[in-house]
């Protein structure tokens, strides 16, 4: 095997590696999922949505959001009810726990994110988030393919 190899399977190899660690250290850190803050993100920004919306917008199942939305309504942090138009609609938004909350979830990601960053420059994250973009980019097209196979 050539350097070259050995470097782009340790590139992978280092990819699967954060990707597992990252969000069971950031719910440490944090004290909630980040699947759980981005749903809470959500009805931050749109005041009530309805499980299709967060299904789509967190690109998880039905019953993944079904569970997520039980958890954070039994912390207090989000009410549920059925839709006037059609009752097997349900939507979901934040209580004023939920909001205060907010506050203080964002400032522990921007934290857990600066630690996470700590010693790269603005030059150095710019491209990291090229980089990554180009990344997710080069699996929707992976991902495209297989599916179409």
Request: with cysteine; hydrophobic share 40%.
């Amino acid at each position: 095997m050539t350097e070259a190899e050995t470097g782009r399977e340790r590139i992978l190899e280092s990819m699967q590696a954060l990707n597992k660690r990252i969000s069971p250290v950031f719910e440490r850190c944090a004290g909630i999922t980040p699947a759980r803050l981005k749903l809470l993100c959500l009805l931050s920004r749109t005041e009530e949505a309805g499980q299709s919306l967060i299904q789509k917008e967190l690109g998880i199942d039905g019953a993944a959001v079904t569970r997520h939305l039980q958890a954070l309504e039994e912390a207090g942090l989000v009410v549920r009810w059925s839709s006037k138009t059609d009752q097997r609609a349900a939507l979901a938004a934040l209580t004023e726990q939920g909001r205060s909350r907010m506050a203080a979830y964002r400032k522990e990601r921007e934290r857990f994110v600066d630690e996470l960053l700590a010693g790269f420059g603005p030059e150095e994250q710019k491209l990291l988030l090229e980089m990554l973009e180009r990344l997710e980019s080069n699996l929707r097209t992976i991902q495209d393919a297989a599916y179409t196979k």
